[in-house]
């Protein structure tokens, strides 16, 4: 005759499901988060081009948000562009937006916004742009950031 022991050890049973819960809150910190790239796309007519990609294989990013600036000795400079906020990138899909002037915070900087193009182009300032999104389902958020530099 077979015999089953089914014996209960209460301390097993918690930690085995507090480590269940800590592997799955790992999990789905990993595997839902926005997935963002941002690439240089040029410069047409006096505005810089930046392609921002949704790079995820299932979900949407949302709430997605653009900062510009240029950065010179230090000083930050703001830029607008012609998307600063929308609301979702699709699966596998871009958006590109362009830069179309200084911020009213910026408009101290007396070469305008056609010298600081000028001068990035001539390698003396830094294009940073910053993307904030938003994994569809969760709602957990990251910030993307990359700097361009001509010749980069």
Avoid at 104 to 120: D, M, S
Wanted: proline share 1%; aromatic share 14%; glycine share 4%.
């Amino acid at each position: 005759m077979i015999h089953f022991d089914f014996s209960f050890d209460l301390y097993s049973f918690i930690l085995a499901i507090i480590s269940s819960l800590i592997a799955t809150a790992i999990l789905f910190l990993f595997l839902f988060k926005p997935r963002i790239k941002i690439e240089f796309d040029g410069i047409d007519i006096n505005n810089f081009r930046i392609k921002v990609t949704n790079r995820s294989c299932f979900t949407q990013a949302i709430n997605v948000k653009i900062e510009a600036c240029v950065l010179i000795n230090g000083n930050t400079f703001h830029l607008k562009t012609d998307l600063e906020n929308f609301l979702a990138i699709p699966v596998k899909d871009n958006r590109t937006f362009k830069t179309i002037s200084l911020h009213e915070a910026a408009a101290v900087y007396e070469q305008g916004y056609e010298g600081l193009i000028e001068k990035f182009l001539l390698g003396n300032c830094t294009l940073r742009i910053r993307v904030h999104a938003q994994h569809e389902w969760s709602n957990f958020g990251k910030v993307f950031e990359k700097k361009f530099k001509k010749g980069m």
